[in-house]
């Protein structure tokens, strides 16, 4: 079966995604719950992963990739609904940055995600239905517990080092600050100790243009047989623009018209860069759930590392040994440089170990997907160094 019929996605083949994925699965019953900062419990739920090399005797060498906003598990292999090579494929792969001839690589997707680990597409086991909004709402912290229990189920006690970028990187600076002793050394690229006002605003946005959309049925379209693909598309299209820079926008679209020689004067595409965000609204819908969109948005609002300790972020690390490097780029405006500094501050003031670089680009947010040499010289140097402390060879 080919991922995708006629240049669009099949609907039924997505639809199977969020309860059966082309991926490894793991099911936890009872005996082992996922406890969510909402006071909520799953009782039952799976996450579904990809993993990539081999893992050494010692189990010594799995990195753990987190995956931002929009992406999946889907880290190095061809994605089975699109057809398209892995979201990080420039990044992860043999005798890449993060070698998969040297390292042995685990992606999961997110709680609240919709590539098969527990999320509002998934089938509730209390109804046989969708869960819809009845799932309960999830939280950074929430996904990264769900990933400590597959770790625990790998028998991985502790990750040569955990990276993302974006949600990615909230992530790998949650994975530090609950469980130091399990991230011998931490990525966290492009993002910040919590999520700024701005973001909040940008995402409640998206979130309105979701529920505004008469087929989003509140929340009940897959059980009703409907689609809000117009709210989650005009989401995305808001959420690219700030994915990108200025000056990446003006490189690539400037004020070019597409496939015209004059203005229409009316309300098609006249402009190329108005054809390109139609263009990531409709190929977004075709993957992703709107419900999810709405819960996994809201789980990085809710982010804020420091407010457990009184809102004082160094002492969040207060006493850890993990090795951190930091990387933010000088276009991102999603997540300025002053975000990544203010962590890289509170590390030195713990007294951690930390590096931290800037890269100077114009890719914008979206830079740590983006070919960054200098991304990939880091992010090579930095596995390796931690590598060679940890005694592997």
């Known amino acids: 079966m080919t991922p995708r019929d006629n240049g669009r996605i099949d609907a039924a083949r997505a639809r199977q995604e969020a309860d059966r994925p082309s991926s490894p699965l793991v099911l936890f019953g009872p005996d082992r719950p996922l406890k969510l900062d909402s006071g909520a419990t799953l009782d039952r739920w799976q996450v579904a992963y990809q993993t990539y090399g081999t893992l050494n005797a010692d189990r010594s060498n799995a990195v753990l990739v987190c995956h931002a906003l929009t992406g999946d598990q889907h880290v190095a292999n061809v994605h089975p609904l699109t057809g398209k090579n892995g979201w990080w494929s420039r990044m992860v792969g043999p005798g890449k940055p993060v070698d ?6 685990i992606c999961p997707n997110v709680i609240g995600g919709c590539m098969g680990t527990t999320g509002p597409a998934s089938t509730n086991p209390d109804t046989g239905q969708p869960y819809g909004l009845d799932l309960p709402l999830v939280t950074i912290p929430d996904m990264v517990r769900a990933q ?9 006690a502790t990750a040569l080092a955990v990276v993302g970028g974006s949600m990615g990187g909230m992530q790998v600076l949650q994975w530090a600050a609950a469980y130091p002793e399990r991230v011998f050394a931490a990525i966290p690229i492009a993002c910040g100790a919590r999520h700024s006002s701005q973001n909040i605003a940008f995402h409640e946005v998206g979130r309105q243009a979701v529920m505004a959309d008469p087929e989003w049925a509140k929340g009940r379209y897959l059980a009703e047989g409907r689609s809000p693909r117009k709210g989650l598309a005009v989401a995305r299209m808001a959420a690219h623009i700030t994915y990108m820079s200025d000056k990446s926008l003006h490189a690539k679209f400037g004020r070019q018209l597409q496939d015209r020689d004059a203005p229409t004067f009316g309300f098609d595409a006249d402009f190329q860069i108005e054809s390109y965000l139609r263009h990531q609204g409709v190929t977004f819908v075709e993957r992703f759930d709107a419900n999810s969109y709405l819960y996994v948005t809201r789980a990085m609002d809710y982010f804020d590392l420091a407010a457990p300790h009184g809102g004082r972020l160094s002492e969040v690390f207060r006493g850890s040994k993990t090795r951190f490097c930091i990387v933010s780029f000088t276009s991102d405006w999603l997540f300025p440089t002053e975000d990544s500094k203010v962590v890289t501050r509170a590390l030195i003031a713990s007294g951690g170990n930390v590096s931290f670089v800037e890269i100077d680009t114009d890719g914008g947010h979206d ?3 983006l070919d960054e040499p200098e ?4 992010v090579d140097g930095f596995l390796r160094a931690a590598a060679h402390a940890r005694g592997i060879a």
């Open 367 to 369: 830079a740590f997907l």
């Open 148 to 156: 400590a229990i597959l770790l625990d189920h790998l028998g991985i």
């Open 375 to 378: 991304l990939f010289a880091t």
């Open 100 to 105: 998969t001839d040297r390292y042995f690589v």
